[in-house]
């Protein structure tokens, strides 16, 4: 069962635009939810998160909003760059379990 | 100066065979991880160890063997090979009360023939 799902594979957006890359999740038992940015060739990397008991983090240009009672998690981009192109991963984290469940990734292209 | 580093990048093999995948990390973080990136790209936590300790184990077939000399290095090793052992392998490492940010090396494709 596919417990996080990011059911957009692309997005293509103008640079300058809002990126607005969207994660659903099936259970409530996790404590963080995560977006990573992955190049090709390359591991993920951490962009930010937001714990469980908010429902808003900004951090420069990205922003993470979470609605629990939708069991939905979105990430903004503003304004897009061209190196913002990359796949993007939501994750989750259940801190009693001690793991992180991955999405399966959004492919972001910023168009000059 | 690579924060999670391993080796090697690409590996070719066929079935049957032993590898070694090695990890190391200079963060001096607690945990550490094995992912596998599948063909439908979905990253799948295999184990992760707390200061050399086995922490996860996710249901993965015992040829797969992790193994943590101290807590700077995971290694993973596999026995006879097969064909469906072939993906992308992620080390990653994250720390102590903050195990929710993890820190990913490079990757290493495997692929088996």
């Known amino acids: 069962d596919q417990q996080v799902k990011q059911n957009s594979p692309s997005l293509s957006v103008q640079e300058g635009r809002i990126s607005i890359l969207n994660c659903d999740y099936t259970n409530s038992m996790f404590d963080y939810f995560l977006w990573y940015k992955k190049y090709p060739a390359e591991g993920p990397t951490f962009l930010i998160s937001i714990s469980s008991i908010k429902d808003k983090n900004e951090d420069g240009r990205f922003t993470v909003f979470l609605n629990k009672s939708a069991k939905h998690l979105s990430l903004h981009i503003v304004p897009s760059q061209p190196g913002d192109s990359a796949v993007y991963f939501c994750?989750?984290?259940?801190?009693?379990?001690?793991?992180?469940?991955f999405g399966d990734g959004t492919t972001l292209t910023v168009k000059p | 100066d690579t924060a999670v580093s391993q080796t090697p990048k690409y590996l070719v093999t066929q079935m049957g065979n032993d590898k070694s995948i090695k990890c190391e990390q200079n963060?001096?973080?607690?945990?550490m991880y094995w992912y596998k990136q599948d063909s439908k790209k979905f990253l799948k936590i295999m184990f992760s160890?707390?200061?050399?300790?086995?922490?996860i184990n996710e249901t993965v077939p015992n040829r797969f063997s992790p193994k943590s000399p101290d807590k700077a290095h995971l290694n993973l090793h596999i026995n006879s090979l097969e064909l469906g052992d072939s993906a992308v392998y992620f080390c990653?490492?994250?720390?102590?009360?903050?195990?929710?940010?993890?820190?990913f090396g490079p990757g290493t494709r495997l692929t088996v023939t």
């Open positions: 963060l001096g973080h607690d945990t």
């Open positions: 994750a989750v984290y259940n801190t009693n379990a001690g793991k992180s469940t």
């Open positions: 990653a490492s994250s720390l102590r009360d903050r195990d929710h940010e993890q820190y």
């Open positions: 160890y707390n200061n050399k300790e086995l922490i």
